[in-house]
């Protein structure tokens, strides 16, 4: 259980920065639009809104597809579960949502740094 438990903890941890790497790029790649968005009047809560609202749809798509194939593999995954149900909904809640915590971090770094985004820098940077 402790192996399974460290290999969980890296994979979220993985998982973490892969959010905020993806995010990080999206930020660099649109800080052009960015800035013409914060010239025009845009406010640094709707971006980062716009930033975080961008990561945690992806985030929920693959939890989602995540979910659904964990449920339908519950024969395969029932020989290494010991005193848990193959589809406990307790589990199952708890794991997602320790992964949209996760996601809206990993996602809130990168959305703070686009708001940090000089309108006048960014629309020079081209």
Known sequence: AGLVGGFAIGALVLT???IFGMLSYVVNTRAREIG????????????????????VAHAVAG??????????????????LF???????????AVTLLLIVATL?????PARRAAAI????AIRLE
Request: charged letters at 15%; glycine letters at 12%; hydrophobic letters at 55%.
């Open 105 to 109: 971090l990993a996602c809130w770094l």
């Open 63 to 80: 939890m989602a597809i995540g979910l659904v194939v964990a449920l339908l593999a519950t024969r395969s995954i029932a020989t290494v």
């Open 16 to 18: 973490a920065f892969g």
């Open 36 to 55: 013409v968005r914060m010239a025009l009047g845009a406010r640094r809560q709707s971006v980062v809104g716009m930033v975080v609202r961008y990561g």
């Open 83 to 93: 005193d848990v149900g193959t589809s406990d909904p307790a589990t199952l809640g």
């Open 118 to 121: 000089d309108p006048v820098e």
